[in-house]
């Protein structure tokens, strides 16, 4: 068995949420520390955060992972940034806590926004979509295709 859950976790531990990078390994704040683990579950690299406070846990947020590979986390009263060596994360539906780094909690599927049609008969619209993905608008004035 790779995977087993806490039976009963321990006072003061928060629950945190792991994220994946783009080169699948998987990061998880515990405890007081920052440990990823490959997909058959061995520790790749981990980082010990020092104490404990008042007997408590340091590790009190899910960690991020930013489009360039940076990892950050929070052990106490200090933020880590963490450069993974990967480029962001993974390239997944839902990699990480809420969803992305800025934690929006929702997909955010491409949309066309507010189309009007100009005085010069071109139209006009905004698209929304994820931050540094390519998105293609195709146009047509042959409907019948």
């Known amino acids: 068995m790779l995977w087993q859950s806490v039976k009963e976790p321990a006072l003061y531990a928060p629950p945190t949420t792991p994220a994946i990078d783009a080169a699948g390994l998987l990061w998880y704040c515990a405890s007081n520390s920052i440990i990823a683990l490959n997909a058959q579950g061995q520790v790749q690299w981990s980082l010990y955060g020092g104490g404990t ?33 990967t480029n962001g ?7 990480m806590y809420r969803h992305d780094a800025r934690h929006t909690g929702s997909a955010e599927k491409p949309a066309l ?33």
């Open 53 to 85: 406070i008042a007997g408590g846990w340091l590790a009190g947020t899910s960690l991020t992972i930013g489009p360039d590979g940076t990892l950050y986390a929070a052990l106490g009263s200090t933020l880590y940034a963490i450069a993974t060596g």
């Open 113 to 145: 926004k507010q189309p009007k049609k100009r005085a010069d008969a071109n139209f006009e619209f905004q698209l929304y979509a994820q931050l540094g993905q390519t998105n293609t608008v195709e146009v047509t004035t042959n409907l019948n295709i």
């Open 89 to 95: 994360p993974a390239k997944s539906y839902w990699p």
